[in-house]
């Protein structure tokens, strides 16, 4: 669900490193700050596949298309297993199995309002719980993420959906917990995401922690105001304005000088000096920098400087996507933009008739084998289909054949939620390719 807030749970965390973000989107044409995108729109079919399993658990059969706001939208088979992979948390939850008894809760896509708790006008800050999950001594919040990337359930998204969740377990006249919630002593945020490197992960706190959040969200959305400044960073990723916005692109100069120069302390305004804000950066001062600094043979380069210029590159690289987009635009467009121009991209190859006359044709010299060959179908496709899907014991002996490996080593900023690997030498040596193409003998 969609909401027009001034701030949003999924949105919170931009708001708070950048107070002129709701200013500079709202400047944003309506139909491009909600634009949907084939993965925004994949993730609301499986949200609605899952909330519609959560209310018929026991039916045979999945839709074949859900309601999206007054658009059906179809779903696949690769919805609807991960929408089954995702409710399979909750459907043997205690709270689920228990809903309706006392002291015992279970909601799916529950609105919550958050706003009114933070000093906000009532319905200027909401959000929806992909499900609520209420046992004796524990609320539970839970949030399906369909995505592969790794996501913590210790988020300040989740953390602004459990301010709204417990609040509508008190009683607004005692301010005391209603009586059946009344043992409700740990927050529980919970993330189910069925292609990430972990299908679920939870995190714990006291609910004495409660109050220290509300704190620090009052505090946060109390500089959300006209005229805020924008505090450009990582986070414009996700920001409709970060095309347009101007303070970015002073900032991805900045980012560029301060690459290859150590960045010298900021002074406090007062004994007579204040602060001169720096200027905007132009595509010239930019290019020059470019220029200038980007020449440098990396083997020179300290430890130090690598860890600095992988910083600032993380907003510049940010910049620059959104300037090649723009740029394509322009193009598609009909519009000049000087020095590019739109050219015919590369050839793909195919098959000038349908299978049946193509393959006829080949067999003429080459054999069945060669036109079809056998590859072992992976993991991740195998779990997909209906043989597997068909009966629990089938998914429960089609793990068995599953081993997960560890993955591949990469560089990630120090901000990232996946714990840290002890690298030993010679672990990103390169490993040799190896092919074969003989068929095992037992086929």
Same mark, same amino acid.
């Given at each position: 669900?969609?909401?027009?807030?001034?701030?949003?749970?999924? !949105?919170?965390?931009?708001?708070?490193?950048?107070? &002129?973000?709701?200013?500079?989107?709202?400047?944003?044409?309506?139909?491009?700050?909600?634009?949907?995108?084939?993965?925004?729109?994949?993730?609301?079919?499986?949200?609605?596949?899952?909330?519609?399993?959560?209310?018929?658990?026991?039916?045979?059969?999945?839709?074949?298309?859900?309601?999206?706001?007054?658009?059906?939208?179809?779903?696949?088979?690769?919805?609807?297993?991960?929408?089954?992979?995702?409710?399979?948390?909750?459907?043997?939850? !205690?709270?689920?199995?228990?809903?309706?008894?006392?002291?015992?809760?279970?909601?799916?896509?529950?609105?919550?309002?958050?706003?009114?708790?933070?000093?906000?006008?009532?319905?200027?800050?909401?959000?929806?719980?992909?499900?609520?999950?209420?046992?004796?001594?524990?609320?539970?919040?839970?949030?399906?993420?369909?995505?592969?990337?790794?996501?913590?359930?210790?988020?300040?998204?989740?953390?602004?959906?459990?301010?709204?969740?417990?609040?509508?377990?008190?009683?607004?006249?005692?301010?005391?917990?209603?009586?059946?919630?009344?043992?409700?002593?740990?927050?529980?945020?919970?993330?189910?995401?069925?292609?990430?490197?972990?299908?679920?992960?939870?995190?714990?706190?006291?609910?004495?922690?409660?109050?220290?959040?509300?704190?620090?969200?009052?505090?946060?959305?109390?500089?959300?105001?006209?005229?805020?400044?924008?505090?450009?960073?990582?986070?414009?990723?996700?920001?409709?304005?970060?095309?347009?916005?101007?303070?970015?692109?002073?900032?991805?100069?900045?980012?560029?000088?301060?690459?290859?120069?150590?960045?010298?302390?900021? !002074?406090?305004?007062?004994?007579?000096?204040?602060?001169?804000?720096?200027?905007?950066?132009?595509?010239?001062?930019?290019?020059?920098?470019?220029?200038?600094?980007?020449?440098?043979?990396?083997?020179?380069?300290?430890?130090?400087?690598?860890?600095?210029?992988?910083?600032?590159?993380?907003?510049?690289? &940010?910049?620059?996507?959104?300037?090649?987009?723009?740029?394509?635009?322009?193009?598609?467009?009909?519009?000049?933009?000087? &020095?590019?121009?739109?050219?015919?991209?590369?050839?793909?190859?195919?098959?000038?008739?349908?299978?049946?006359?193509?393959?006829?044709?080949?067999?003429?010299?080459?054999?069945?084998?060669?036109?079809?060959?056998?590859?072992?179908?992976?993991?991740?496709?195998?779990?997909?289909?209906?043989?597997?899907?068909?009966?629990?014991?089938?998914?429960?002996?089609?793990?068995?054949?599953?081993?997960?490996?560890?993955?591949?080593?990469?560089?990630?900023?120090?901000?990232?939620?996946?714990?840290?690997?002890?690298?030993?030498?010679?672990?990103?040596?390169?490993?040799?390719?190896?092919?074969?193409?003989?068929?095992?003998?037992?086929?």
């Amino acid at each position: 669900m969609q909401h027009t807030n001034l701030v949003s749970p999924s !949105k919170y965390e931009r708001r708070a490193k950048c107070a &002129g973000s709701h200013e500079a989107e709202m400047a944003v044409p309506k139909e491009e700050r909600n634009k949907d995108t084939p993965a925004s729109i994949q993730g609301t079919v499986r949200h609605l596949l899952a909330e519609w399993r959560f209310a018929n658990p026991s039916s045979p059969d999945w839709p074949e298309t859900v309601d999206d706001n007054g658009t059906d939208r179809a779903a696949s088979q690769d919805d609807i297993v991960a929408a089954e992979k995702a409710f399979g948390y909750v459907k043997t939850h !205690k709270a689920y199995l228990n809903r309706g008894q006392t002291g015992f809760l279970a909601h799916a896509e529950r609105t919550v309002e958050i706003g009114k708790w933070v000093g906000l006008e009532e319905g200027s800050f909401a959000g929806t719980a992909d499900a609520v999950l209420v046992q004796p001594g524990v609320v539970e919040v839970v949030d399906y993420k369909f995505g592969r990337w790794l996501v913590s359930p210790d988020s300040w998204q989740f953390k602004t959906l459990a301010i709204g969740v417990v609040a509508e377990l008190i009683d607004p006249v005692t301010g005391a917990f209603l009586p059946e919630y009344a043992q409700t002593r740990v927050i529980k945020l919970t993330v189910v995401q069925p292609e990430g490197p972990e299908m679920v992960r939870s995190a714990e706190f006291n609910l004495d922690v409660l109050g220290e959040w509300m704190q620090t969200v009052r505090d946060d959305v109390a500089r959300i105001k006209p005229g805020a400044p924008r505090t450009p960073g990582d986070w414009c990723k996700f920001c409709a304005a970060a095309g347009t916005c101007r303070e970015r692109m002073r900032s991805a100069g900045v980012a560029l000088e301060s690459m290859f120069e150590e960045v010298p302390e900021t !002074k406090p305004p007062g004994n007579g000096e204040d602060k001169t804000p720096a200027p905007i950066a132009t595509v010239d001062s930019i290019t020059e920098l470019a220029e200038a600094r980007m020449t440098q043979d990396p083997e020179e380069l300290t430890p130090e400087e690598i860890g600095r210029i992988c910083d600032q590159a993380l907003l510049v690289e &940010g910049w620059f996507k959104d300037i090649r987009k723009r740029r394509d635009e322009l193009l598609t467009a009909g519009q000049a933009v000087p &020095g590019w121009k739109l050219v015919e991209g590369r050839k793909k190859r195919e098959w000038a008739q349908d299978e049946a006359a193509t393959v006829t044709r080949l067999k003429k010299w080459l054999s069945v084998a060669d036109i079809y060959p056998k590859v072992l179908i992976s993991p991740a496709k195998a779990e997909k289909l209906e043989g597997v899907q068909k009966t629990k014991l089938r998914q429960q002996q089609f793990k068995e054949l599953i081993q997960t490996t560890d993955g591949k080593p990469v560089a990630a900023p120090e901000s990232d939620p996946r714990p840290s690997v002890n690298q030993p030498s010679g672990m990103f040596e390169p490993v040799a390719e190896q092919a074969t193409t003989d068929i095992p003998d037992f086929l």
